[in-house]
């Protein structure tokens, strides 16, 4: 059983593997998918590398935040005028994604204020610090770091709306405000950047006041399972209510709804009530539940996911009560989860 569990892990870290570019950064999906997919995300990059981290491919992971560092030092004159100037128009902000093997942005016109996407790989950059795998290596690196720091601090981001980890409207969100708190108190460790006090602080404030739900407009969503996994924000009692609000309200047969009404991939013509439903929930929640010591339920999502694989790959997400993938196969992000839980999950 173990060899046969072996074998299934490396088939997805290749999977995985084949997403990664030259330069570094993984795409979303795979190349040339219509969807517009075939690009690279801070955030996807962020829940991608994961997987390597667990296996110990430290090389691979090294090599995306290095491509990471290099787009924010590409775009180092942008960043320094929103760091000394609050940025009033969305294109003033940190780009989510960009092209692979350029660096440059997209420009398409979608929600690009992503802070929850500044705040993951901050709280990653301090993470591979704190293990010992080194990515901020020259003063042009600390810099550029100390840099996004400051950014958060002008943007103001526990007050700031924005589109938050699935780039649609501007908000305050509850796992935006968590992203950057995380990323805020990692980098803090790091003796040669200034991270002031209050801007935690006020960040930990504005959390505690928006949770248990995510913005104004939604009580709960599933981007709030970041604030458990990876981020460790969330104590037992608000990881508790975080995971009933998500199974109670937004299960469904093969997946998990991001939140009420998602139009996103919504099968109903007036983009109500038949919401996609995303496979990428069921490994992340078997990684939450293994996490806070259920490990009856985190064996059930993880068996769950695997049930749903095509072609032996996670798809974004199934359209409502029905067995029609849409056409991202595989999910980067999702493929990773499901890594994370084959080897957290006994």
Request: glycine letters at 4%; a negative charge; proline letters at 3%.
């Amino acid at each position: 059983m173990k060899n046969l569990k072996k074998g299934f892990i490396e088939q997805h870290l290749e999977i995985l593997r084949s997403l990664q570019t030259p330069k570094g950064l993984f795409l979303a999906s795979k190349k040339g998918v219509d969807t517009g997919y075939d690009r690279a995300w801070l955030r996807d990059n962020f829940y991608t590398t994961l997987a390597f981290e667990e296996t110990g491919d430290w090389d691979i992971v090294k090599k995306a935040y290095r491509a990471i560092l290099d787009i924010f030092l590409k775009h180092e004159h942008k960043i320094n005028w929103a760091a000394q100037n609050k940025p009033h128009e969305s294109w003033q902000y940190i780009h989510a994604r960009y092209n692979p093997e350029t660096f440059e942005e997209y420009w398409e016109g979608w929600g690009n204020k992503q802070n929850d996407a500044v705040g993951a790989i901050l709280f990653k950059l301090g993470d591979l610090e704190e293990k010992g795998h080194t990515v901020i290596e020259t003063e042009e690196d600390k810099k550029i770091v100390q840099r996004l720091a400051d950014y958060l601090n002008s943007i103001e981001y526990w007050q700031d709306p924005d589109s938050g980890m699935w780039e649609e409207n501007e908000e305050i969100h509850a796992s935006s405000v968590g992203a950057v708190l995380a990323g805020l108190k990692k980098i803090k460790t790091l003796s040669y950047l200034n991270v002031p006090d209050d801007l935690i602080s006020k960040g930990q404030t504005a959390l505690d006041q928006l949770l248990p739900r995510e913005s104004e407009s939604k009580f709960c969503d599933l981007a709030q399972l970041s604030l458990i996994y990876p981020y460790d924000l969330a104590d037992h009692a608000m990881a508790k209510q975080i995971l009933e609000n998500i199974e109670y309200f937004y299960q469904r047969r093969r997946g998990v709804i991001r939140y009420k009404n998602d139009k996103y991939y919504n099968k109903n013509k007036d983009g109500f009530s038949e919401e996609a439903e995303w496979t990428m929930a069921l490994p992340w929640l078997a990684i939450v539940y293994n996490q806070i010591g259920d490990k009856d339920k985190a064996k059930f999502y993880l068996n769950k996911a695997q049930s749903l694989l095509i072609d032996n790959q996670l798809p974004e997400l199934y359209y409502s009560n029905s067995d029609k993938a849409n056409d991202n196969i595989p999910l980067a992000w999702a493929e990773s989860l499901l890594v994370v839980a084959l080897l957290k999950i006994i």
